[in-house]
Nanobody, 113 residues
Framework: QVQLVESGGGLVQPGGSLRLSCAAS????????MSWYRQAFGKQREFVAH???????TTADSVKGRFTISRDNAKSTVYLQMNNLKPEDTAVYYC???????WGQGTQVTVSS
């Protein structure tokens, strides 16, 4: 069965960095686009970034220039490198197989001094 497991979240000060990982299993990872979303407390889930191949990427305007999505097909893993984090980036971050109902359990990112 399809499984997506996020990791790498935590508490970081404003201006800091984190790298999230999402390990996928149960399907041929290289054949699918992958995405990251986030949901802050009391708000709707929102798109963060999307990757089809190594070069085809889309990033939300709110994180452009600070967040970078990448993937390692050999490891069936998608990453989200987050730099210059801001308090408004605080949320639970989820990975998903694009266009599917498969979601991970999420990983909490808290940006606070």
């Amino acid at each position: 069965q399809v499984q997506l497991v996020e990791s790498g979240g935590g508490l970081v000060q404003p201006g800091g960095s984190l790298r999230l990982s999402c390990a996928a299993s149960g399907f041929t990872f290289s054949r699918y686009a992958m995405s990251w979303y986030r949901q802050a407390f009391g708000k709707q889930r929102e798109f963060v970034a999307h990757i089809v191949s190594g070069e085809t990427k889309t990033t939300a305007d709110s994180v452009k220039g600070r967040f970078t999505i990448s993937r390692d097909n050999a490891k069936s893993t998608v990453y989200l490198q987050m730099n210059n984090l801001k308090p408004e980036d605080t949320a639970v971050y989820y990975c998903t197989r694009w266009g599917s109902d498969y979601w991970g359990q999420g990983t909490q990112v808290t940006v606070s001094s």
